[in-house]
T-cell receptor, first 111, second 113 residues
Framework: EDQVTQSPEALRLQEGESSSLNCSYTVSGLRGLFWYRQDPGKGPEFLFTLYSAGEEKEKERLKATLTKKESFLHITAPKPEDSATYLCAVQASGNTGKLIFGQGTTLQVKP | EPEVTQTPSHQVTQMGQEVILRCVPISNHLYFYWYRQILGQKVEFLVSFYNNEISEKSEIFDDQFSVERPDGSNFTLKIRSTKLEDSAMYFC???????????FGDGTRLSIL
């Protein structure tokens, strides 16, 4: 069964304190791994797509990496505005684009 | 920047009543989806829709649920006879061709009394 697990569930950082979020997955043929940001009361906002092991994507203070079993979202020198829930989702090959989500990591960055 | 819009933002309905949730996907997108998120739980896939028909549906998407693209711009989710356990946030998403990512609306919070 396709499955996504994210850790930790919650993370508190001081402003400027770098860290990483983990997304472990099991899927029958990975078509893509997606990172989304979700603010309270809002829908998921697209951040990155990763397609194959070894791939990396960067955007401002965020960097996503992918191996055959997991993905990391590295946050460098975070700011309070980076506080949000970060969702990881996978799309298996051969299906219709259905995304399977992890439960998310809620990040709080304190000034 | 184009976005997915959903209405209403909050819907309160009595148990057993029918409810229609509405979505306007991004205009040049071809694939459409509904997901739901029960409070404190994961975002769950409900259904995907392409070329005017359902392409995949989850176990949650039983006979009480239906989807429609009535006029080429709107995409609706209908729940025929709502139950208490249907209370959740419902998200619409759309994507373009190939491996483009799905873009989500801000959701409709459905509360069943």
């Amino acid at each position: 069964e396709d499955q996504v697990t994210q850790s930790p569930e919650a993370l508190r950082l001081q402003e400027g304190e770098s860290s990483s979020l983990n997304c472990s997955y099991t899927v029958s043929g990975l078509r893509g791994l997606f990172w989304y940001r979700q603010d309270p009361g809002k829908g998921p906002e697209f951040l990155f797509t990763l397609y194959s092991a070894g791939e990396e994507k960067e955007k401002e203070r965020l960097k996503a990496t992918l191996t055959k079993k997991e993905s990391f979202l590295h946050i460098t020198a975070p700011k309070p505005e980076d506080s949000a829930t970060y969702l990881c989702a996978v799309q298996a090959s051969g299906n219709t684009g259905k995304l399977i989500f992890g439960q998310g990591t809620t990040l709080q960055v304190k000034p | 920047e184009p976005e997915v819009t959903q209405t209403p933002s909050h819907q309160v309905t009595q148990m057993g009543q029918e409810v229609i949730l509405r979505c306007v996907p991004i205009s040049n997108h071809l694939y459409f989806y509904w997901y739901r998120q029960i409070l404190g739980q994961k975002v769950e896939f409900l259904v995907s829709f392409y070329n005017n028909e359902i392409s995949e549906k989850s176990e949650i998407f039983d006979d009480q649920f239906s989807v429609e693209r009535p006029d080429g711009s709107n995409f609706t989710l209908k729940i025929r006879s709502t139950k208490l356990e249907d209370s959740a946030m419902y998200f619409c998403a759309s994507r373009g061709i190939g491996s483009q990512p799905q873009h989500f609306g801000d959701g409709t919070r459905l509360s069943i009394l």
